[in-house]
């Protein structure tokens, strides 16, 4: 079935074990934070503003399943712990649509391959790193957030090739 988070209110943080196995979760202008076990074997995913946020408040793997695409979507560390992308047989890649965030501190997500970006997307960085960078399918407009002297945006988030991969740099 379908779920969809309308009307005004905060965001939902999901605490324990989540499984998506069917259906369209519209989170809308909300977001849906994710700080424990998330599995998904099927099911799609719709939002205006609102952003799917793992939280590495401790270390877990994301099991995304296959075709799983994600309008935004942010990666965070509350405490120094890494997120893995699964690459268990027949996960696909995660494909960020509209905004990936990394807000990771000293954090890295391990990827395995596993991380796509639109072309046309927008990559908000503010800090952590990638274990390799995403498949970037087009062109994107790489926002730096916070991102002090002395602290470089990391060759995985932003690689030399194509010269064409960032359009706007903010």
């Not at 009307?7 to 259906?23: A, K, V």
């Not at 076990?37 to 609102?50: E, N, Q, V, W």
């Not at 992308?85 to 905004?99: D, E, I, K, P, Y």
């Amino acid at each position: 079935n379908d779920v969809n988070l309308a009307g005004t209110g905060t965001g939902l943080t999901i605490t324990t074990s989540f499984t998506h196995d069917g259906g369209v979760l519209n989170f809308g202008s909300r977001d849906l934070t994710f700080q424990s076990a998330f599995t998904r074997t099927a099911g799609s995913y719709t939002a205006t503003t609102g952003y799917m946020i793992f939280d590495a408040n401790a270390a877990w793997t994301i099991d995304q399943g296959d075709g799983f695409s994600i309008p935004n979507l942010r990666f965070t560390a509350s405490t120094a712990n890494n997120l893995t992308l699964s690459n268990a047989a027949g996960r696909g890649t995660v494909t960020v649509t509209n905004n990936l965030d990394m807000q990771l501190g000293a954090q890295t997500l391990t990827t395995n391959g596993k991380l796509a970006v639109a072309d046309g997307a927008t990559v908000n960085y503010t800090s952590g790193g990638l274990s390799a960078a995403p498949t970037y399918a087009g062109s994107i407009k790489l926002v730096a957030l916070n991102v002090t002297s002395g602290n470089n945006i990391p060759a995985n988030v932003w690689p030399s090739s194509p010269s064409t991969l960032v359009n706007t740099f903010v």
